[in-house]
């Protein structure tokens, strides 16, 4: 099993940042790539941005967030951090940390392991 916890959601201006972390621990050989999903009120789960480490390490991202947002994985150690920038308030949902093995895209059900989410609030 692998065990997810996210951290760094709050209350932000338009404009601002925050930074999400997501820790993996437990049998973390079991997963070869970490990612983000988010969900608003009313609206459905989607992809916002990724790393995955497979072969190559690759990062990949959602059109709505890309050149604001930032994943990076800190090496042999588990832990993503998505650096989100220039915040604005449709950023606003719940933001989860999912990881699996052999699959790295927009696919929620693919991801065997999820973390409880943390809540983003952008105000205007």
């Known amino acids: 099993q692998v065990q997810l916890v996210e951290s760094g959601g709050g209350l932000v201006q338009a404009g601002g940042s925050l930074r999400l972390s997501c820790q993996a621990t437990?049998?973390?050989?079991?997963?070869?790539?970490m990612v983000w999903f988010r969900q608003a009120p009313n609206k459905e789960r989607e992809f916002v941005a990724g790393?995955?480490?497979?072969?190559?390490?690759?990062?990949r991202y959602a059109d709505s967030v890309k050149g604001r947002f930032t994943i990076s994985r800190e090496t042999h150690d588990y832990l993503v951090l998505l650096q989100m920038n220039s915040l604005k308030p449709e950023d606003t949902a719940v933001y989860s940390c999912?990881?699996?093995?052999?699959?790295?895209?927009?696919?929620?059900?693919?991801?065997?392991?999820w973390g409880q989410g943390t809540q983003v609030t952008v105000s205007s």
């Open positions: 999912a990881a699996a093995r052999l699959y790295f895209g927009p696919t929620e059900s693919a991801y065997e392991y």
């Open positions: 437990g049998r973390t050989s079991e997963v070869d790539s």
């Open positions: 790393v995955s480490w497979g072969s190559d390490e690759m990062t």
